[in-house]
């Protein structure tokens, strides 16, 4: 008699209606790393090239009866101006600088760590497809037919969660086959696209004249600095929604990116 495999078992539980736990390899360790070690990498990417943007003569303006040019220090002293709280800040003009960047006069500092966390972050990224190769994760990315209608249910099943559970109401989790759900894949897949496109945008820009080819392929210089600000806003925009779906999913999300390996309990 053929013995049964544990993926046989646990199915064979599954259609018996008893509740049985699957444990699966999840994330490969390089993924996993990876994974981590992106978020100072970007905080400090985003924080130096808001400084280095800021220090562009495009966000300056003709002095005006003050004494001041700058478009990011009328920001600030709009907010101090205005917002309950802030009537006492001690450097009005500085405000948005010292809240959304290294501080005001860091251009120097400013490319120093923006290059120095720039050169990482594409170590990074190719530890990142190392561990995808490596681990076969590559796999789970791959879209299929039918994956718009799943990310739908799947958008729907995030949207309703919060108040599925401030009202403590049931609410399934659409099932899916495969690593990721649709709608995760979607995202995940995105976030590699975007990964190169802001590589590729940014050597574009540091290098105009030796690499005039992919300067030119973003429809040239100024083109590419466009680029590169809106593919940073993307990740600005994919990093909250991301923690809030995570959590939303379930602990089993977070672990498996942090032990690698998945364990959800099923019926």
């Known amino acids: 008699m053929k013995p049964l495999s544990i993926p046989s078992i646990i199915d064979a539980a599954s259609s ?113 497809l190392l561990g995808l190769v490596l681990g076969g994760g590559w796999r789970a990315l791959i879209p299929k037919r039918g994956d718009v209608i799943a990310g739908l249910h799947m958008a729907r099943y995030y949207s309703l969660a919060p108040f599925a559970l401030l009202l403590r109401m049931p609410l399934f989790h659409p099932k899916h086959t495969g690593k990721y759900n649709a709608l995760q894949k979607g995202a995940y897949a995105s976030v590699v696209v975007a990964g190169t496109l802001v590589v590729l945008s940014g050597w574009a820009i540091h290098k105009p004249m030796q690499l005039y080819w992919l ?17 940073m806003c993307f990740f600005i925009l994919f990093v909250v929604p991301h923690v809030v779906l995570v959590l939303a999913d379930g602990w089993d999300t977070m672990r498996s990116m942090i032990t690698g390996w998945s364990s959800r309990t099923e019926q």
């Open 215 to 231: 300067a030119a392929a973003f429809g040239g210089y100024n083109a590419a600095r466009v680029w590169h600000f809106c593919l």
């Open 16 to 128: 018996n209606g008893v509740a049985v736990v699957r444990v699966q390899r999840k994330h490969h360790i390089l993924v996993r790393w990876a994974h981590w070690t992106t978020i100072p990498l970007l905080l400090g990417l985003i924080l130096s090239g808001i400084s280095i943007y800021w220090s562009d003569p495009i966000f300056q303006h003709p002095t005006d009866a003050t004494g001041n040019f700058d478009q990011a220090a009328d920001i600030g002293i709009w907010l101090c101006a205005h917002v309950p709280g802030l009537h006492h800040y001690s450097s009005p003009p500085d405000w948005l600088y010292n809240h959304l960047s290294l501080g005001p006069g860091m251009l120097g500092v400013a490319l120093r760590l923006h290059w120095f966390c720039a050169y990482l972050f594409m170590a990074n990224g190719a530890l990142y």
